[in-house]
């Protein structure tokens, strides 16, 4: 059983605009949720986390929303650049229970300049 | 730069034949981990250590795959006898639990079993 899940195994924008990737959870355990940035031939590189005790976080361009009560978290890049076409994963951890990471299977996000 | 180094990149080898990955953890990090990545299960959990214990391997298959770390500068997995169906891009990651900036992984080795 998938505890996180992120349901849009591509998604494809114009370059300048928003890209927003989605992730949903089923573990309430869940306290800390991260996203990592994948590129071919490459391993998962980290991009950004936040913790459950926050709903925003930013870091220049990338922006993670935590929505507690649906479970759910959505990654925002604006603007878009060719450079972010990579495969996201959504992942999350327990601080005080085991602290492994659970992942999900990744979006592809391809950015048409 | 500090980096999480996986030997081989590649590996194909003939189903039965014993596969041996390996990983070097980041200096100083205490906890390490086995993923594997596949097209229909993404990246699943294998195994994890902590300060070179296990702590969970309930990922893998008991039967032919094995995760050790003989010391805190290496990790090996192992996979005997090897199946087509092991045939994913295996990455190893590790981290400072108590620091908690998350995981770096390795660039993972391809394995082929045919």
């Known amino acids: 059983d998938q505890q996180v899940k992120q349901n849009s195994p591509s998604l494809s924008v114009q370059e300048g605009r928003i890209s927003i990737l989605n992730c949903d959870y089923t573990n309430s355990m869940f306290d800390y949720f991260l996203w990592y940035k994948k590129y071919p031939a490459e391993g998962p590189t980290f991009l950004i986390s936040i913790s459950s005790i926050k709903d925003k976080n930013e870091d220049g361009r990338f922006t993670v929303f935590l929505n507690k009560s649906a479970k759910h978290l959505s990654l925002h890049i604006v603007p878009s650049q060719p450079g972010d076409s990579a495969v996201y994963f959504c992942a999350a951890m327990s601080q005080g229970g085991s602290e492994k990471l659970v992942f999900g299977k990744g979006t592809k996000l391809t950015v048409n300049p | 730069d500090a980096r999480v180094t996986q030997t081989p990149r590649h590996k194909v080898t003939e189903m039965g034949q014993e596969v041996t990955m390996r990983c070097q953890p980041i200096?100083?990090?205490?906890?390490v981990f086995w993923y594997r990545q596949t097209m229909m299960q993404g990246l699943e959990l294998l195994a994890y250590?902590?300060?070179?214990?296990?702590?969970?391997d309930s990922g893998m298959p008991k039967d032919r795959f094995s995760a050790e770390m003989p010391d805190a500068t290496l990790a090996t997995l192992k996979i005997q006898p090897s199946e087509p169906r092991d045939s994913a891009v295996y990455f190893c990651?590790?981290?400072?639990?108590?620091?908690?900036?998350?995981?770096?992984f390795g660039s993972g080795t391809r394995l082929t079993v045919v």
């Open positions: 200096l100083g990090h205490n906890t």
């Open positions: 990651a590790s981290g400072l639990v108590d620091l908690f900036e998350g995981y770096t």
């Open positions: 250590f902590r300060n070179r214990a296990p702590l969970d």
